[in-house]
């Protein structure tokens, strides 16, 4: 069969799945089957192999699990992101979560210095919109002096790469208010050209790393201020949601604050150690 029209027979798409939900958490019902069928087309021409059942072989061959696995994760993830994804969030930030961060520090004499983690930060619009918002709030002179550091991390390469290059469609950063996209994007000199870059500034306070939230434990610092973990748990059963919320949470120091995306409130409070200061942002 033509390797663009070929599917996954009943046992490789089960073994796939099985590989996808305890390796990365990710659930893979069937109803996903047409969807995943379509992205690994392009690694089965990629590779040169005849069908998609030849790539399923290929995944669990000895080379496969190390190598191709980190494809496969690339073609099975969803990285849907945006700037100023759920702006509440970021009001947040500048109204209540930063100031009061900033104030319960002061006097210590040096600036206080606030870490922030995006916990599955795709292509990095999350991140470096968190950088715009931060860097903009420094600009203030009530507040106080602060430094900030945000860390990146997410299981795919693909999107890591993209984050790390920081070069976005027009498009996309058009929900960066006027004046912070004039201050902190690098608009293309030449007439036509689509592409705009964050801005030095931005960039040189974010840094990104593969990390697996399924792993039993993150090579993250211990006393982070504020975690962001939007849009990847509704992916996740529910026992690896609570697991994964309890992990970030002994991340976080006390008082700092855990966001999740609007479909992902903690229902029914897993976590007793957290208190709900908004529906979707917990305070350790
Ligand atoms: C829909 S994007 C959300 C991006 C961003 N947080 C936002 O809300 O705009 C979900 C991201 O979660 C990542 N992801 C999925 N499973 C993961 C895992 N087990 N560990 C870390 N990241 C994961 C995906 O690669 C993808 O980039």
């Known amino acids: ?18 590989l996808i939900e305890t390796r990365i958490g990710i659930q893979m019902p069937a109803a996903k089957r047409t969807m995943v069928e379509g ?17 399923a072989t290929h995944v669990f061959d000895e080379d496969g699990l190390d190598g191709e696995f980190i494809h496969l994760v690339d073609c099975v993830t969803t990285n849907k992101t945006d700037f100023f994804r759920e702006p509440a969030h970021f009001r947040f930030l500048r109204e209540v979560a930063v100031p009061g961060l900033v104030r319960a ?4 004499g040096e600036p ?3 870490k922030i ?16 918002v931060l860097a903009d709030m420094q ?3 009530a507040l106080g002096r602060f430094i900030f550091s945000i860390l990146g991390t997410d299981i795919s390469t693909d999107v890591l790469a993209q984050a790390k290059r920081a070069v976005y469609p027009r498009d996309m950063v058009s929900p960066v208010p006027r ?3 004039g201050r902190y994007l690098l608009w293309p000199r030449e007439e036509g050209r689509n592409e705009v870059r964050i801005a030095p500034e931005i960039r040189q306070r974010a840094t990104f790393m593969r990390l697996n939230l399924m792993d039993a434990s993150y090579e993250v610092d211990r006393d982070v ?7 990847v748990l509704i992916y996740f059963d529910k026992t690896t949601q609570r697991a994964v919320i309890d992990k970030l949470r002994s991340h976080l120091r006390p008082g700092g604050y855990l966001l999740l995306g609007h479909s992902e409130s903690m229902a029914g409070g897993p976590n007793m150690a957290m208190r709900q200061v908004l529906p979707t942002v917990y305070q350790a």
């Open 179 to 181: 004046e912070m996209a």
């Open 225 to 231: 201020d504020i975690v962001f973990c939007r849009n």
């Open 105 to 108: 520090r002061r006097g210590c």
């Open 117 to 132: 983690w995006s916990s599955a930060c795709s292509t990095g619009a999350e991140a470096y919109t968190i950088a715009m």
């Open 39 to 55: 992205r690994l087309r392009k690694r089965v021409r990629a590779l040169g192999l005849a069908d998609l059942n030849a790539y």
């Open 1 to 18: 069969m033509d390797a663009n029209q070929s599917q996954l027979s009943e046992r490789h798409f089960r073994s796939i799945a099985h």
């Open 112 to 114: 206080a210095r606030l």
């Open 139 to 141: 600009r203030d002179p």
